[in-house]
T-cell receptor, first 112, second 114 residues
Framework: DVKVTQSSRYLVKRTGEKVFLECVQDMDHENMFWYRQDPGLGLRLIYFSYDVKMKEKGDIPEGYSVSREKKERFSLILESASTNQTSMYLC???????????FGSGTRLTVV | DQQVKQNSPSLSVQEGRISILNCDYTNSMFDYFLWYKKYPAEGPTFLISISSIKDKNEDGRFTVFLNKSAKHLSLHIVPSQPGDSAVYFCAAVNLGDNFNKFYFGSGTKLNVKP
């Protein structure tokens, strides 16, 4: 069964901490994405990557960075966590020209 | 500027009746549309899709309709079941875009009452 795995289901971090959210896919997908989901705002794209070491900003990249050192792994980094980054974070992957994303189960991050 | 909009944040339907979820888009370059279903504390899962060369696609109780001239699509669930209660996101993509960036609506929370 193909999978996108997010390392943590729930995280609680303090304001100012550096936070790493990890995502691993086993489908050999080139394209990987990080979204956040907030009530009333839907899914908003933070960053995406179309190849190892390649990254592109999405719609809301401020306060975030990403790393893709290996094809299967895409990390989202909150350089200095703030309370407005409390959210559900979703990782997804797809092949180029592919017709759908496979999503991970999500990480519910609370910044206190 | 949101390119995909779901104007109804919530919908409540009686079990056995039809649920109709609506979605509008603004970008005429979109040529593939999908619906995802999301339960709390889980990632979205693919439900059904439609290509812009079609105006209807059916899969069991789920049917998606596409009206390209109106830039509107809808998801029909017949009959609705309590297990259908979830948040539904519509998504649109330009398949000519190598990055396959999907644009998502804000979601509609469906509640199917027993």
């Amino acid at each position: 069964d193909v999978k996108v795995t997010q390392s943590s289901r729930y995280l609680v971090k303090r304001t100012g901490e550096k936070v790493f959210l990890e995502c691993v896919q086993d489908m050999d997908h080139e394209n990987m994405f990080w979204y956040r989901q907030d009530p009333g705002l839907g899914l908003r794209l933070i960053y995406f990557s179309y190849d190892v070491k390649m990254k592109e900003k999405g719609d809301i990249p401020e306060g975030y960075s990403v790393s893709r050192e290996k094809k299967e792994r895409f990390s989202l980094i909150l350089e200095s966590a703030s309370t407005n980054q409390t959210s559900m974070y979703l990782c997804a992957s797809t092949l180029p020209g592919g017709y759908g994303y496979t999503f991970g189960s999500g990480t519910r991050l609370t910044v206190v | 500027d949101q390119q995909v909009k779901q104007n109804s944040p919530s919908l409540s339907v009686q079990e056995g009746r039809i649920s109709i979820l609506n979605c509008d888009y603004t970008n005429s370059m979109f040529d593939y549309f999908l619906w995802y279903k999301k339960y709390p504390a889980e990632g979205p899962t693919f439900l059904i899709s439609i290509s812009s060369i079609k105006d209807k696609n059916e899969d069991g109780r789920f049917t998606v309709f596409l009206n390209k001239s109106a830039k509107h699509l809808s998801l029909h669930i017949v009959p609705s079941q309590p297990g259908d209660s979830a948040v539904y996101f519509c998504a649109a993509v330009n398949l000519g875009d190598n990055f396959n960036k999907f644009y998502f609506g804000s979601g509609t929370k469906l509640n199917v009452k027993p």
